[in-house]
């Protein structure tokens, strides 16, 4: 394909959690967000596990990381609705997904930003290309470079 056809692309929610580790030479220079994706940052802080449920983060600093990543996302961003012509691919990508022996039922949140991205006629920018398998003959799914990242790696 031709970089013009690799000028626009819908971003992923891993993309937009890691976009300030991520080179910017692997992203598209038109980038478009799903609401499937505002909406599963919306959650994230939500998720964030007590400090006594759980040693590998303070419970509020991973907070806030969500709330900041959240806030720049709802300030750059104007989502793109999942609406009909969406939810009429969503079909589509879901009989893909079953005809690779895949269950789409867990991947839900993923094929609906999938489904969004195809029905705008975007390529999908994503570090887990794993999580899109069987929907080649539908949507370009590029790869992206999983960078490391800081408040991953295990303290010393």
Known sequence: MSDEQFRQ???????LILRKW???????????????TLAELSAGPHEV?????????????????????LQRVESEFDPVPFDAE?????GRVTA?????????R???????????AIA???????TNPADFTG?????RVVPVTRPPVPHEQPAR
């Open 106 to 116: 867990g991947r839900a949140v993923d094929l609906m930003i999938a489904a969004t």
């Open 96 to 104: 893909a997904v079953r005809a690779a022996g895949r269950k789409p």
């Open 49 to 69: 596990r007590r400090n006594d449920e759980q040693d590998a983060y303070d419970e509020h600093a991973e907070r806030a990381r969500r709330l900041e990543i």
């Open 22 to 36: 991520i080179t910017s030479a692997e992203l598209p220079d038109e980038m478009a967000i799903s609401a499937i």
């Open 120 to 126: 705008e006629g975007l390529p999908l920018y994503t």
């Open 9 to 15: 692309g819908m971003l992923d929610t891993n993309i």
């Open 135 to 139: 929907l080649d003959a539908l949507i």
């Open 86 to 90: 969406a939810a009429r691919i969503y």
